[in-house]
């Protein structure tokens, strides 16, 4: 069966490797219009039921093989990058994705307004949703995923390890039974053994999932896990297995057909991840060797044959250290690092699923499937990593990318000056990179990585960089344990600024300042204007002036000495240096060429937020330009004691009232925000004063949640 219609990457990427000239990615389509399995109706315009970076992925696809696309989009996404993208766009009401995104009757409304004949989910939101499917089945309008039997099967995780235990896939012990009552859960994680997972039998994306150490902190972590569950997939049912110790994440990525046919490509590796959250993947698996990939491919195409599977889909196995491997569970869908799949076989997924939606049969057959290279994908977050990686919500007010080309892909749904919201999850954008093999494709990875500055909130984009740079990683030794078992290498304590990038800030200021100065002199007309000049010249003099920036709490002082060649020398406590060079702008941001003590250096420079973002391939820094105390306002919620809220979001559960007596440790507060349930508690032992937020209420970040009876927020 060949590709018919497909300039398969693994040719040019050939061309590449012999020196060969090769174009960028390009997909030559075949016919635009794809007749459905009963021959009767054409797959014209698909409605995709998403929001973000999967949905301009999907339109992506859809526009280059002529297919319309209809966006749909709450208040908070008005304005976003998909429905700037999508040939129509429809509103489907408020923020929060319940009254929006996962409304069925909104969305299948839309459809028949806009007479699309099939829907995309894309993931998250109804992607897995049983009735969601069954509801465009009664409708008349292709569902671009698996049958809803399963969909149902393989999203209730009791019946997916029954069907494949039946079916001859290897699975972890576990209880998947009906009797949820608290101490039947207990019994039986007691029977198992500690440490066990308590998962939702409906979950994914690691929501409703806790780890319990042992019988003491069982209640504690099933309650948490039933409540995120019920907020996100509506149902708090749990099972319990027994959690390997240190596993590898490995899944497979699975395709079938309406005419019978599955195939396998390939495995991918997950195990590197943060709350039972992916953070970086890639493939082939490390270390794999052909006849366990091949054991893989044929137990993912025998679960996906027991469900009568059709579609993209993917098969997730825990495997231990000798490689052996046992079923966890299948998403019934695309998954988020489907494009590592895409790099290292050159395919185009989305594509495969509109053909086959369409009726049509799979494009390759299993031996036409070649695997080539490797490829990584970084999923970029709006995150604290030093803050235990907390969720955050704010305006991107810079971002600059690496360019893409036919070896790296940027998957985002965002652009400079949107938000990210709180009522969606925190990733900005996927990095995705291939070369000939890992060491290579690493080494791409982390020079992207480099690449990719953003100002505005926290990301986790320097933790990739310490993550895909840790020597373990390198080797290949992934385990889903990797970042607490490395935490100290992966964490080190912040270093000060170094004096060069000290000089090249401190630089980027001069010229920015002469730059402004200039353009004043042009405006106001009078060339000898004293506001309209920053040269430094004086007679017989060498002008010299301070300049402070804040490194952390410390300030930081940098004697700037104008030299008549208009050159600077700097001192820098006992350091001195000779500075030079030029300065281009892009955009908001300006470019910097600065030779320092005769070593040329490169940077981007952004101001915003009274601070100075330096961004060079060593790394990035942010320096502080000090605020008079006049000008900075009242002191941060931060300070004035208590518990305060570590991000915007909403409380969920209160656990505390005036009067009460709390020891360390003691929860105070549920918050949920970006689709994650977070319990804060308390720092110290102490007695309740106030609580300042009652159940349901918007709080801020950095607002007090609690006051404790010896503080007092509003003194001095």
């Given at each position: 069966?060949a590709?018919r219609?497909?300039?398969?990457a693994?040719?040019w990427r050939?061309?590449?490797v012999?020196g060969?000239?090769c174009?960028?990615w390009?997909?030559?389509?075949?016919?635009?219009?794809?007749?459905?399995?009963t021959?009767?109706?054409?797959?014209?315009?698909i409605?995709?039921?998403?929001?973000?970076?999967?949905a301009?992925r999907v339109?992506?696809t859809?526009r280059?093989?002529?297919?319309k696309?209809?966006a749909?989009y709450?208040?908070?996404d008005?304005?976003?990058m998909?429905?700037?993208?999508?040939?129509e766009?429809y509103?489907i009401?408020?923020?929060p994705?319940?009254q929006?995104?996962l409304?069925m009757?909104?969305?299948?409304?839309?459809?028949?307004?806009s007479a699309a004949?099939?829907i995309h989910?894309?993931?998250g939101?109804l992607?897995?949703?049983?009735?969601?499917?069954?509801?465009?089945?009664r409708?008349g309008i292709i569902f671009?995923?698996p049958p809803s039997a399963?969909?149902?099967d393989m999203?209730?995780?009791?019946t997916s390890k029954a069907i494949?235990?039946a079916?001859g896939?290897p699975?972890v012990?576990?209880?998947?039974?009906e009797?949820?009552?608290?101490?039947c859960l207990?019994?039986h994680?007691?029977?198992i053994g500690?440490p066990v997972m308590?998962k939702?039998?409906?979950?994914g994306g690691?929501?409703?999932?806790?780890?319990?150490?042992?019988?003491k902190?069982f209640?504690?972590?099933?309650?948490?896990a039933?409540?995120?569950?019920?907020?996100s997939f509506?149902?708090d049912?749990?099972l319990?297995?027994k959690?390997?110790d240190?596993?590898r994440?490995?899944?497979?990525?699975v395709?079938g057909?309406q005419?019978?046919?599955?195939v396998?490509l390939?495995?991918?590796d997950?195990?590197?991840?943060r709350?039972?959250q992916k953070?970086i993947e890639?493939?082939?698996?490390p270390?794999i060797k052909l006849?366990?990939?091949?054991?893989?491919?044929?137990a993912?195409v025998?679960?996906?044959?027991?469900?009568?599977y059709?579609?993209a889909g993917?098969?997730e196995f825990?495997?231990?250290?000798?490689?052996?491997?046992?079923f966890?569970?299948?998403n019934?869908r695309l998954?988020?690092?489907?494009?590592?799949?895409e790099?290292?076989?050159?395919?185009d997924?989305?594509?495969?699923?509109?053909?086959v939606?369409a009726?049509e049969?799979?494009?390759?057959a299993q031996e036409?499937?070649?695997?080539e290279?490797?490829?990584f994908?970084?999923r970029i977050?709006?995150e604290?990593p030093n803050?235990?990686f907390?969720?955050g919500?704010?305006?991107?007010?810079?971002v600059s990318t690496?360019?893409?080309?036919?070896?790296t892909?940027i998957e985002?749904g965002?652009r400079?000056g949107?938000?990210?919201s709180?009522h969606?999850?925190?990733?900005?954008?996927?990095?995705?990179v291939w070369?000939?093999?890992?060491?290579?494709?690493?080494?791409?990875?982390?020079y992207?990585?480099?690449?990719?500055n953003?100002v505005?909130?926290?990301?986790n984009?320097?933790?990739?960089l310490?993550?895909s740079?840790?020597p373990?990683?390198?080797a290949?030794?992934?385990h889903?344990?990797f970042?607490?078992?490395h935490?100290?290498?992966l964490f080190?304590p912040?270093e000060?600024?170094?004096?060069?990038?000290?000089c090249?800030?401190?630089?980027?200021?001069l010229?920015?300042?002469?730059r402004?100065?200039?353009?004043f002199?042009?405006?106001?007309?009078?060339k000898?204007?004293?506001f309209?000049?920053?040269s430094?010249?004086?007679?017989?003099?060498?002008?010299?002036?301070n300049l402070?920036?804040?490194?952390?709490?410390?300030d930081?002082?940098?004697t700037v000495?104008y030299?008549?060649d208009?050159?600077y020398?700097?001192q820098i406590?006992?350091q001195?240096?000779h500075?030079?060079?030029g300065?281009?702008?892009?955009?908001?941001s300006?470019h910097?060429?600065?030779?320092?003590?005769g070593?040329?250096h490169?940077?981007?420079?952004?101001?915003?937020d009274?601070?100075v973002?330096?961004?060079t391939?060593?790394?990035?820094?942010?320096l502080?330009?000090?605020?008079p105390?006049?000008l900075?306002?009242?002191s941060?919620?931060?300070?004035t004691?208590?518990?305060?809220a570590?991000m915007?979001g909403?409380?969920?559960?209160v656990?505390?009232?005036?009067?009460?007596?709390?020891?360390?440790g003691?929860?105070l507060v549920?918050?949920?925000?970006?689709k994650?349930?977070?319990?804060?508690?308390a720092?110290?032992a102490?007695?309740?004063?106030?609580v300042?937020?009652?159940?349901?209420?918007q709080v801020?970040r950095?607002?007090?949640l609690?006051?404790?009876e010896?503080?007092?927020?509003?003194?001095e």
């Open positions: 069966m590709a219609g497909l300039w398969r693994a040719e050939g061309r590449a012999r060969l000239p174009p960028k390009i997909w030559i389509p075949r016919a635009a219009k794809y007749s459905c399995a021959g009767q109706s054409t797959i014209e315009k409605l995709v039921a998403n929001r973000g970076e999967i301009c339109m992506r859809a280059k093989l002529g297919v696309s209809v749909v709450s208040e908070a008005r304005d976003s998909h429905v700037a993208l999508a040939d766009a509103a009401g408020p923020a994705s319940q929006s995104y409304s009757e909104k969305i299948m409304q839309v459809a028949k307004e004949q099939a989910p894309g993931y939101f992607s897995e949703n049983t009735e969601f499917a069954e509801l465009c089945s409708e671009i995923g399963a969909i149902r999203g209730i995780k009791s494949m235990a079916a896939v699975v012990e576990g209880y998947h039974g009797d949820q009552s608290d101490g207990k019994e994680a007691r029977r500690y308590i939702a039998v409906r979950g690691g929501k409703g999932m806790r780890i319990a150490f042992s019988e902190e209640q504690e972590q099933l309650e948490s039933r409540r995120e569950a019920k907020k509506n149902n049912d749990m319990i297995e959690f390997v240190n596993p994440h490995v899944e497979v990525q395709f057909d005419h019978g046919n599955v396998y390939f495995e991918r997950c195990s590197v991840q709350r039972h953070i890639e493939a082939p698996g270390g006849d366990v990939r091949r054991k893989l491919g044929e993912a025998k679960a996906a044959k027991a469900v009568n059709v579609g993917t098969v825990i495997m231990d250290g000798a490689h052996n491997f046992y966890m569970e299948m019934t998954q988020v690092e489907h494009p590592v799949t790099m290292v076989t050159g395919t997924l989305v594509e495969w699923q509109l053909r939606a009726g049969t799979l494009p390759l036409e499937i070649s695997l290279g490797h490829a994908e970084a977050y709006a604290d803050n235990n907390m969720p919500a704010g305006p991107l007010l810079h690496p360019p893409a080309d036919s070896c892909r985002t965002v400079q949107d938000e990210v709180i969606y999850d925190p990733m900005i954008a996927k990095l995705v070369a000939e093999d890992r060491r290579a494709a690493l080494r791409k990875l982390r992207c990585l480099r690449q990719y953003i505005g909130l926290s990301t984009i320097d933790f990739l310490s993550l740079g840790h373990a990683f390198e290949g030794h992934v889903t344990n970042i607490p078992q935490h100290a290498e080190p912040k000060a600024v170094s004096s060069v990038a000290l090249q800030a401190a630089f980027g200021l010229l920015r300042e002469k402004a100065t200039e353009a002199r042009r405006d106001s007309g009078d000898f204007s004293p309209a000049s920053s430094g010249r004086r007679l017989n003099i060498l002008y010299a002036r402070v920036l804040r490194d952390g709490e410390n930081v002082n940098v000495t030299n008549h208009g050159s020398h700097m406590q006992d001195s240096f500075v030079c060079g300065l281009s702008s892009k955009g908001d300006d910097v060429t600065c030779s320092v003590n070593v040329v490169k940077s981007e420079i952004v101001i915003a009274d601070a973002y330096l961004f391939p060593e790394g990035r820094e942010q502080g330009l000090p605020v105390k006049y900075s306002g009242a941060s919620a931060g300070e004691g208590g518990a305060v570590p915007t909403t409380i969920e559960k656990f505390v009232k005036a009067g009460d007596k709390v020891q360390v003691d929860p549920v918050m949920i925000a970006m994650m349930e977070h319990t804060i508690r720092s110290k102490g007695t309740i004063k106030k300042h937020y009652q159940l349901g209420s801020n950095h607002a007090p609690v006051e404790f010896d503080e007092d927020p509003t003194s």
